[in-house]
């Protein structure tokens, strides 16, 4: 697609000759960069791919003149030209495309995923815009005068977390600008048959200020963008710059069936080419000084060392935490005990969600008058769980301990992205260079008739994903033995499931007459309840929920049927090791795993899975689950009460396979 109205390609009024020579040299080295990793590729000395800005290398440039130190900048798949032009950082960017323990993340991140002095890139599609409104919602908590910058292209515009995202910072009045680089390329599609209506339209509707600028005019671009920033800067309001530009090269490596009249139409009127031809001396000096650059940059790149591998410990063992708290209180009142007394001592913990505030104060009331007592530590959402859990993450990169309410464990799903793709990503792919405290607590499990949608316990969709923990609270423990660690000690993403039967609950204080309680495995326990004799003829492994079923299961096996049981409730239910419990298991001759959520590639399989690991495949151990019917959860209570895991359920299921 041709423009339809000719540019003006130079208005020297506007930026100085000095200035302007200056950010044409920045752009020809960019485009240096970008065109010697495409020939490298080329070749096939480099892995994996690449995503080059030739031809929107001014829109980085431009906007980073009006950046400060303090201020951030995030960005996406198209990040070489943005990370150059922000940290000026050629030889850390081109080791990390080499794949190098130089690089700037060691190597782990590659082309698209880059941390270093405040910038941040990622290759998700939007994914990055919920973490950029934290980060822009932690420097206005913060009161610093800085603010935060995402670069954006066109095609994310198809993606639902943008509007999520332009609804809470325009409501909220967060720093943050958004340069929607607009390209007229989602890939390889033009816009004229994806996007419907006008760009400029719909970021109006949500009351955001938003200016259009291009490449091509580029000084008026200059002008249009240190006004934007000075006002999101002064005015602690977002903003959205639309810069039109286009890009000579294909999506990535090689990708492009576009017209190749259109694309010279485009090499015509690119600014640099335009720079280039009516300054003839400039190209001579810029490929001067590139070169000697360029060639000290490859050169090292080449001969650096590869990274180690090297694999984190799953479970960390005793870090000298002890919690003897008891209490005769519900749990939903200790819950929110809990979070009072925390963030009474920390102001650096923030409680976000939906309908969290007073008068509501949750859907199952943990939040309790926290709004009153801090009201600038509790914030009120939209139903936007992806954009909310995004937020929390930006706060927790920047030095909060984030706490992220989702209403039911059921609509966690639609936080699915950011889970896997992102915050369980970030402290990894940059090199350990950050850490994420963030916690996502939510309510799952069924027992109150609230249907299939609303009574799940999804847990087992999380487990395996690397960088994240999943703690199941259960009623053996009081909960702040479980958040004061985490609100201490952690340092990446945690999702807590509190069983929402467990809220009416009390927390059990002692064991049952015959019966010991035993923690271990620090800071998050394993809690260990078994006969006072320390044999078992079995014993039960359930977690969460269950846990205060199962309390009664083992009592009544004792009393009525003269089975010793016992019972281990891990609350750490991801990542888990066998190995904390196996000399637990040593005499029992069945071992139970019982969980409430769908047995298949659950935790009882993967439990079970490591007990033969471990034990070898002879073991005389007889290995059993008990677990849900595959099917949903209906609403109606006698139909529930049939497909849950209840006492009388697993008490007989125990007694047909007892020997």
């Not at 008891?326 to 009474?344: A, G, I, P, R, V």
């Amino acid at each position: 697609m041709l423009l339809s109205t000719p540019i003006k390609t130079s208005s020297a009024s506007r930026v100085s000759a000095e200035k302007a020579h200056q950010m044409m040299n920045k752009a020809f080295l960019i485009r240096a960069v970008e065109e010697r990793l495409l020939a490298l590729y080329s070749q096939g000395k480099l892995h994996g791919t690449i995503h080059t800005c030739v031809g929107q290398e001014l829109v980085g440039i431009v906007v980073c003149e009006f950046l400060q130190p303090t201020d951030t900048v995030v960005s996406n798949h198209r990040c070489h030209g943005h990370y150059i032009a922000f940290t000026n950082d050629i030889k850390g960017l081109v080791a990390e495309i080499f794949g190098k323990a130089t690089g700037v993340c060691g190597g782990r991140g590659g082309s698209q995923h880059l941390y270093h002095k405040g910038f941040y890139s990622y290759a998700i599609q939007g994914g990055m815009l919920p973490v950029a409104a934290g980060m822009a919602l932690a420097k206005k908590i913060k009161n610093n005068n800085s603010i935060t910058v995402v670069f954006i292209g066109d095609g994310t515009l198809g993606e639902g977390i943008v509007y999520e995202v332009l609804n809470i910072i325009s409501k909220w009045n967060i720093p943050l600008l958004i340069v929607l680089e607009n390209n007229y390329y989602a890939q390889s599609t033009h816009q004229s048959e994806t996007l419907a209506g006008d760009i400029k339209t719909r970021i109006e509707s949500f009351d955001i200020k938003v200016d259009s600028a291009n490449t091509w005019e580029w000084e008026d671009f200059y002008c249009k963008a240190g006004k934007l920033i000075n006002y999101v800067r002064r005015q602690s309001k977002p903003a959205v710059l639309t810069v039109d530009t286009y890009r000579l090269n294909g999506h990535s490596k090689g990708d492009d069936n576009r017209e190749k009249s259109e694309i010279d139409y485009y090499k015509e009127i690119d600014p640099l080419n335009v720079y280039l031809t009516q300054n003839i001396t400039a190209e001579s000096d810029f490929n001067n000084q590139t070169q000697v650059l360029l060639t000290e940059v490859f050169n090292a790149a080449n001969v650096d060392p590869f990274p180690s591998l090297s694999i984190p410990v799953s479970m960390p063992l005793n870090i000298n935490y002890a919690c003897n708290e008891y209490s005769q209180e519900f749990m939903s009142s200790e819950l929110n005990k809990t979070f009072k007394d925390l963030m009474s001592k920390n102001s650096k913990i923030l409680f976000i969600g939906e309908d969290v505030k007073s008068p509501y104060n949750g859907a199952f009331k943990i939040s309790k008058d926290l709004s009153s007592l801090f009201p600038d530590q509790v914030f009120n959402t939209p139903i936007s769980e992806a954009a909310i859990v995004g937020l929390g993450c930006g706060l927790a990169l920047n030095g909060f301990w984030p706490i992220v309410e989702i209403m039911f464990g059921d609509f966690i799903t639609l936080a699915f992205d950011q889970i896997l793709n992102h915050i369980s990503k970030f402290q990894y792919v940059y090199n350990e260079q950050v850490s994420i405290p963030l916690i996502i607590r939510t309510p799952m499990g069924g027992g109150r008739g609230y249907g299939a949608t609303h009574s799940q316990t999804l847990d087992k969709h999380f487990m395996g994903i690397p960088g994240i923990k999943i703690i199941a609270i259960n009623n053996l423990i009081h909960p702040r033995c479980v958040y004061q660690p985490l609100l201490t000690d952690n340092t990446m993403p945690v999702i807590v499931m509190e069983n929402k039967i467990l809220y009416t609950k009390k927390i059990r204080t002692s064991a049952p007459t015959g019966f010991q309680f035993e923690h271990i495995a620090e800071p998050y326990p394993i809690i260990v309840l078994s006969p006072v004799s320390n044999i078992a003829d079995i014993t039960i492994i359930g977690y969460g929920g269950l846990s205060d079923v199962l309390v009664e299961v083992i009592n009544d096996l004792f009393i009525q049927h003269e089975i010793l049981a016992q019972l281990i409730c891990p609350i750490q239910i991801y990542p888990f090791e066998i190995q904390f419990i196996k000399e637990k298991l040593q005499s029992s001759k069945h071992i139970y795993v019982i969980e409430e959520g769908q047995g298949f590639a659950g935790f009882g399989a993967e439990i079970i899975s490591q007990l033969v690991e471990k034990n070898g495949a002879r073991t005389t151990q007889q290995l059993h689950r008990i677990y849900p019917p595959t099917m949903p959860i209906p609403a109606s209570k006698p139909l529930e009460d049939l497909i849950l895991p209840s006492k009388d359920l697993i008490i007989n299921t125990i007694l047909r396979g007892f020997v």
